[in-house]
């Protein structure tokens, strides 16, 4: 099959990850699935949305988890003009000031 005669629709990818049922499960496909750098990168994402949404600064992320400024304001983006997934995904956690307290 030629690579033009794929139609890659994300939509497959989320309904295969909505078909896990524990945490272990997921962790083994990520992992299959992603690069261990590709997995950091979307974890540190997310904790920086997260600092982004706790009102940290710029530099106290940049500190606090090793992204670059490039990165914190990609997210910052994100936050401000997406499509409301990292809130989404917040409010169903719960409290993000809770999120990251036992660390």
């Known amino acids: 099959m030629k690579k033009e005669d ?5 939509n497959f990818l989320f309904d295969c990850i909505l078909r896990f ?5 997921l962790a083994a496909f990520m992992e299959d699935l992603c690069t261990v750098q590709e997995l ?3 974890t540190q994402r997310l904790y920086v949305a997260v600092l982004l949404r706790q009102k940290q600064t710029y530099t106290s992320i940049a500190a606090h988890t ?27 956690m719960g409290d993000i000031k809770e999120i990251f307290k036992d660390e």
């Open 40 to 42: 950091n990168s979307i």
């Open 21 to 25: 049922k524990s945490r272990e499960e």
């Open 66 to 92: 090793g992204s670059s400024t490039a990165t914190i304001s990609r997210v910052n983006r994100s936050l401000s003009y997406g499509t409301g997934g990292y809130d989404m995904l917040f409010e169903k």
């Open 6 to 10: 794929i139609k890659l629709d994300r």
